[in-house]
């Protein structure tokens, strides 16, 4: 297949882009390279994407640019025919979103829309999307479902993301375009990103400067292992959504349709406390972290844990990389990558 795979040499666009290399299909990536983090990281990623490529049947074709330019999207779509769009970009970030909420406008809303519009004019068969867990926002039944109502966010990044499963659901009422939105529940692992706990601790534990923790390490994340998050995004963009027949308008499943529209949660289904996911990372680094207790900050949700039953039952995937694990591998790469 050829895929579109958007923010390409980030996180988890270049792991997805780098795993369909690997199994034969052509990937077209875009990325613009931005400044949000250290590009050397996203040009390095993007190096091995392009070696993938000639070591493997697939090719790798790198358009560096903005979604949010839609002169871009549309030269994009005009050159290539696609079988699959993985829709991948986005500003990222909680805290960040606190500051400079007009990024996220940017590349949330206007990139997304740039994304749908030209998925639906060129007749795309299947559009997936990357979403949050940070949408259930004041929900605090737990697990988290996809069948939860999910109108409370309590920041503005989540807000976006929302707004792209509302923005979803109506193209592929009006315009029967397939789509299928991804609640990413915190994403570890190897070519992380500098902004993210895994990468700040690793760095600041191996030169011994003390670590922020918020809410006194108290707080439960459902860490979920990279490398699961994009077997499961593939997995999901292979099998193209469906209208639900079962959908009930007097009683409406939030997470499909009567048109060609779903939503998962990809979780590890098993939660995990801050100051166990630190003591893991001392174990994999060798030494004992610093702390910094601090309180909980604004827009921080205590606790995550994914309900990921509806992909293992539509897919036949459900994440199982280990958190000792999975930290021990960013571990690892993190002294390879940076020469420590």
Known sequence: ?????????????????????????????????????DPALKEARAE????????????????????????????????????????????????????????YVESNIIGFTNIIEASRYAKTPHLTYASTSSVYGANTTMPFSENHGVDHPIQFYAATKRANELMAHSYSHLFQLPTTGLRFFTVYGPWGRPDMALFKFTKNIIDNKS??????????????????IAEGVIRSSDQIAQPNPDWNSKHPDPST????????????????????????????????????LLPLQPGDVPDT??????????????PSVSVHDGVKQFVDWYRDFYKV
């Open 211 to 228: 670590i922020p923790v918020f809410n006194h390490g108290n707080h439960t994340r459902d860490f979920t292992f990279v490398a699961d």
């Open 257 to 292: 349709s009567h048109a060609p529209f779903r939503i998962f949660n990809i979780g590890n289904n098993n939660p995990v406390k801050l100051i166990e996911y630190i003591h893991a990372i001392e174990k994999a680094v060798g030494k004992d972290a610093i702390l910094d």
């Open 48 to 103: 091995l994407l392009q070696l993938t490529a000639q070591s493997n049947i697939g090719e790798f074709t790198l358009i560096r640019g903005n979604i949010a330019d839609k002169s871009i999207i549309d030269d994009c779509f005009t050159q290539h025919k696609f079988d699959r769009v993985i829709h991948l970009a986005a500003q990222a970030g909680v805290r960040y979103s606190l500051e400079n909420p007009l990024s």
């Open 1 to 37: 297949m050829k895929v579109l795979v958007t923010g390409a040499a980030g996180f988890i666009g270049f792991h997805v882009s780098k795993k369909l290399l690997e199994r034969g299909d052509d990937v077209v990536g875009i990325d613009n390279f931005n400044a949000y983090y």
């Open 305 to 318: 844990f994914a309900d990921s039953t509806a992909l293992e039952q539509a897919v036949d995937y459900k």
